[in-house]
Nanobody
Framework: EVQLVESGGGLVQAGGSLRLSCAAS????????IGWFRQAPGKEREGVSC????????YYADSVKGRFTISSDNAKNTVYLQMNSLKPEDTAVYYC????????????????????WGQGTQVTVSS
C-alpha cells in the first residue's frame, strides 16, 4: 500500500522558517518524482516544488524560488521542503504527492499529474 505522510507544519511568524517532511512507503522510491503542493482556503491546489528521487532534479514555482529548498534522503525514503523567509501568503495546507516515471517535465507542478497523495499538514504564517 502506497503511503505518503507529511509532518513539520505549524505556526510561524513572517520571516521565519519551517521544514516539512514527507515519508514515503509502499513503492520504489527511485521510480518516482515527489512533489509538494499547497492549498489555501478558497483557492485551488498549486504546485510548489518537486524532485526526482533518482537523479535529484528539482523544480520550483516562481513564488517560492530562492526561499524554499526541496531535498531527498533516499535511504529514508523521505523528501523535505525547507521553507525560509516565510510570508503570510504561504499559509496553506501543504501536501506531498508522488508520480511515477516517465514524466512530462512541463506539467510536473500540476496536481492532476500525481498518482498518490498524503493527508496534508497545515502551515500558518502570521504577520
Amino acid at each position: 500500500e502506497v503511503q505518503l505522510v507529511e509532518s513539520g507544519g505549524g505556526l510561524v511568524q513572517a520571516g521565519g522558517s519551517l521544514r516539512l517532511s514527507c515519508a514515503a512507503s509502499g513503492f520504489t522510491f527511485d521510480d518516482y518524482y515527489i512533489g509538494w503542493f499547497r492549498q489555501a482556503p478558497g483557492k485551488e491546489r498549486e504546485g510548489v516544488s518537486c524532485i526526482s528521487s533518482s537523479n535529484g532534479l528539482t523544480y520550483y514555482a516562481d513564488s517560492v524560488k530562492g526561499r524554499f529548498t526541496i531535498s531527498s534522503d533516499n535511504a529514508k525514503n523521505t523528501v523535505y521542503l525547507q521553507m525560509n523567509s516565510l510570508k503570510p501568503e504561504d499559509t496553506a495546507v501543504y501536501y506531498c504527492a508522488a508520480i511515477s516515471l516517465p514524466v512530462v517535465v512541463t506539467t510536473l507542478l500540476e496536481p492532476y499529474e500525481y498518482d498518490y497523495w498524503g493527508q496534508g499538514t497545515q502551515v500558518t504564517v502570521s504577520s
